[in-house]
């Protein structure tokens, strides 16, 4: 396999990068009227801009070439064919089928995934159908009133994330509630506003093995089965979504309750299948179907545009660019619409779990960073508590803002406030402002020299600081579906070009095993002698103060 380091396109944008390290966008933008027009796409409901980058024409060119030399395109086709791109864990990666709608059969190793996906469409469709409409009733007879979704990482973040976003298209047939920590604190105060007769549990677990999930997924049915004093009629409030039939059977939900997924659909990428049941329940099926569809606007668009033209690819690219190149070590993810305060959290997961990795597809230590840890907030919020870290602190934070033309839940005069400070950031933090502006500003102003002398170094803002614009029209089931979707094939562009395997994460496992031998310890009150000095210091003083 050929070392990305020693691609001719890599060793060029090394070279250039040096350069363009002491390049000032606003010197860009200055030189060049056509910038915007150069540097940003236009989709039919997204515009995405990226003109706001250390980047010169020539840079984009470099980059086209570097993924040129990593085979996007053949890669790009190995994976909507099914190919076992996930080649640690053997398996195909595939959420992409989940929503092309395709009426003929696809086949994977031998089976019409096609069938298995639209079987289970089906039943999600007449679920709905009956929970939404008041047909499904709980045990004693009442119509279900709130849906509780238990699940954690990509069972939770991906459903929860969406069911916020599209708060606005719910017909509030439920109240809803996610449930992911196993914390007791959360479970407690969700059950304390339930009522055992009208509630609907959906236990949602890939592997139906996950610690928190299985706690809190007992402790649920516990609370049922005591209240109701029978436990003939978990079947009227328990279902589950699930690859691990055999495993949610065994745990109590019956057979015909049971969702299923494969194995060829990775856990945070798998909103799109019934992983969503809570989402389709909230805003019923057909605006679920939405979503899909406008998922698939983009996987076609991912397929389908040069690679000079094509949302993912250039996402992909800046993000290497920044990271790998310039070296930034963190992105911020800064929605401006509150229906997104959940997608920090969502692509957190999305990414850093995908592509924080630090080895090859043939497991040798890579010399370059990868990608860069992923945070945010409500940008609108964020500009009150961390922007002032993003224009003035020394580290270089590029920053993805994404907001809309319209907003869903208009209210005199709130939207154009938000979205002035929206365009108003990324125009601060590319263009920032020199001594001498502000030095000219504050005589203007009618300061003395001695405040001026005092104050000017700390009003500097150096700017140059890389941001991406996607605005879409507004928050809809279709723009939703077509905003991750960038985002997921962003990702796997990304672990591409850094030669990272992105649909495994063995990288939880480590902890995940040693809590399993810690709890024992807990439970009999032991310590280990073998744990570090540390982790036996801090067990025998929880133990110790147990006692207390
Ligand atoms: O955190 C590890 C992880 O395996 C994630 O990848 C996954 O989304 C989450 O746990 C939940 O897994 P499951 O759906 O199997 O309960």
Redo the contacts with the bound molecule.
């Keep these: 396999m050929e070392a990305r380091k020693s691609l001719p396109s890599w060793q060029a944008l090394e070279q250039h990068a040096d350069t363009m390290k002491n390049t000032h966008m606003k010197d860009l933008f200055a030189q060049d009227p056509e910038r915007f027009e150069k540097l940003s796409i236009k989709l039919p409901k997204i515009l995405f801009d990226y003109s706001k980058n250390i980047v010169e024409p020539q840079t984009m060119d470099m980059l086209f070439s570097l993924a040129n030399d990593c085979h996007i395109d053949q890669w790009r086709a190995k994976m909507f064919a099914g190919e076992h791109i996930n080649t640690t864990e053997d398996r195909a990666v595939l959420h992409v089928a989940l929503r092309d709608q395709l009426d003929q059969p696809k086949l994977l190793d031998g089976v019409d995934i096609n069938q298995q996906i639209s079987a289970t469409q089906q039943q999600m469709d007449a679920f709905c159908q009956r929970v939404r409409s008041g047909q499904w009733k709980g045990y004693s007879g009442k119509t279900i009133t709130d849906i509780v979704s238990i699940?954690?990482?990509?069972?939770?973040?991906g459903p929860q994330m969406v069911t916020e976003a599209l708060n606005p298209y719910s017909d509030g047939h439920f109240n809803m509630h996610y449930v992911s920590n196993v914390d007791g604190t959360q479970i407690a105060n969700v059950l304390k506003q339930l009522n055992p007769e009208t509630v609907l549990f959906i236990v949602?677990?890939?592997?139906?093995?996950?610690t928190?999930?299985m706690t809190n997924a007992h402790t649920a049915m516990q609370w049922l089965t005591d209240a109701a004093q029978d436990t003939s009629i978990i079947a009227k409030h328990f279902v589950a979504v699930?690859a691990n039939k055999t495993n949610a059977i065994k745990f109590g939900i019956e057979e015909q309750n049971i969702f299923n997924m494969w194995d060829w659909v990775?856990?945070?990428f798998?909103l799109w299948s019934a992983?969503g049941l809570p989402i389709a329940l909230d805003i019923g099926f057909d605006k679920f179907k939405e979503l899909l569809d406008g998922a698939n606007e983009i996987d076609q668009h991912f397929l389908d545009a040069p690679l000079t033209e094509n949302v993912p690819v250039i996402m992909a690219l800046l993000s290497v660019w920044n990271t790998t190149f310039l070296g930034a070590q963190s992105q911020a993810i800064l929605p401006y619409d509150q229906s997104l305060h959940m997608l920090s959290a969502y692509l957190q997961?999305a990414e850093m779990?995908s592509n924080g990795k630090s080895v090859n597809w043939q497991g040798e230590k890579v010399d370059y960073p990868t990608v860069p840890s992923i945070w945010g907030e409500l940008g609108i919020n964020g500009q009150h508590a961390f922007y002032q870290y993003l224009h003035q602190s020394n580290n270089i934070v590029p920053a993805d803002f994404i907001g809309s033309v319209e907003s869903v839940t208009p209210v005199e005069g709130h939207h154009e406030t938000l979205m002035a400070n929206f365009f108003a950031q990324t125009q601060a933090l590319m263009q920032g402002v020199t001594e001498q502006e502000v030095r000219a500003d504050l005589k203007m102003r009618g300061r003395d020299d001695s405040y001026i002398d005092k104050v000017a170094p700390h009003k500097v803002h150096v700017g140059n600081r890389p941001t991406n614009t996607i605005l879409m029209k507004r928050i809809s089931p279709r723009s939703i579906g077509n905003l991750i979707a960038m985002y997921e094939h962003k990702i796997f562009v990304q672990g591409i070009i850094l030669q990272i395997c992105s649909f495994d994460?063995w990288g939880?496992e480590l902890g995940k095993t040693l809590a399993n031998k810690i709890q024992q310890e807990l439970a009999s009150g032991e310590v280990n002698p073998k744990h570090d000095s540390s982790t036996q210091g801090l067990l025998s003083h929880y133990h110790a103060m147990i006692e207390q």
């Design positions: 699940g954690v990482g990509g069972s939770n973040l949602s677990s890939k592997t139906f093995t996950t928190e999930t699930s990775g856990g945070r798998s992983i997961q779990e994460q939880v």
